[in-house]
């Protein structure tokens, strides 16, 4: 897929597993859980032991999955990541040179921020979402409908703190989507090897978007 098909998907599906485990065969379980619960996209953050390979092997074995990079801190990284076949890019903070070599690349990248300038910066940088990192820490689905005000062309990505209990909140509040983590791949669940526990989560988080985001149609 192109970078606006990518851009697209990420916004129909809504929502974003991110993958921080410890192997390389961890991060695959957690990849085929999320997939098989109604969610085909991941984050593999590059604090997975050899995360581009975990890339490489998903992009190859899963085509149908869309397969990003996380916490992605310089451009060195990006390159690896690209190469392996990454779809996306993503960072907790904002770096406009990764922000430039994904635009180079033709490649969706979406960088953390928090304040307004910091939204502003990414907006102007020309980035396909900007990620709202740590969300629940200034309060949430809250903060991200006091961001929408100034900036409702912005596509947001709320990130930090998402669980199944607030999702739907963060959709009301105008979030394009949401970053979520150990509350759709819990680390017990990793451990003893359950994957039909993380199946089970994607597929009620999928029911509470799919939910909220009707709701916020019938109200506009």
Excluded: W
Aim: glycine fraction near 8%; aromatic fraction near 4%; charge should be positive.
């Amino acid at each position: 897929m192109n970078r606006k098909e990518v851009r697209a998907r990420i916004e129909e599906i809504g929502i974003i597993p991110a993958i921080r485990v410890s192997s390389p065969e961890e991060a695959l379980l957690a990849a085929e859980a999320v997939a098989s619960g109604g969610i085909p996209i991941v984050e593999v953050t590059m604090t997975v032991p050899d995360a581009a390979g975990v890339i490489a092997v998903l992009t190859k074995q899963r085509p149908e999955l869309i397969i990003g990079a996380g916490t992605v801190l310089d451009v060195e990284t990006a390159v690896r990541c690209l190469d392996a076949g990454a779809s996306f890019l993503t960072s907790p903070g904002l770096d406009l040179d990764i922000a430039e070599f994904a635009h180079r690349r033709d490649t969706v990248v979406f960088p953390g921020a928090l304040t307004p300038s910091e939204v502003m910066a990414a907006r102007k940088a020309g980035c396909d979402f900007v990620k709202i990192f740590p969300c629940s820490q200034l309060g949430g689905p809250s903060y991200i409908k006091a961001l929408k005000a100034p900036f409702p062309k912005v596509p947001l990505i709320a990130s930090g703190g998402v669980n199944e209990r607030n999702v739907a909140d963060f959709i009301l509040a105008g979030a394009a989507a949401v970053g979520v983590g150990g509350h759709l791949i819990p680390r017990r669940a990793i451990e003893l090897r359950q994957p039909h526990r993380i199946h089970e989560l994607a597929a009620r988080f999928v029911k509470a978007l799919k939910a909220a985001r009707s709701q916020a149609f019938q109200a506009s």
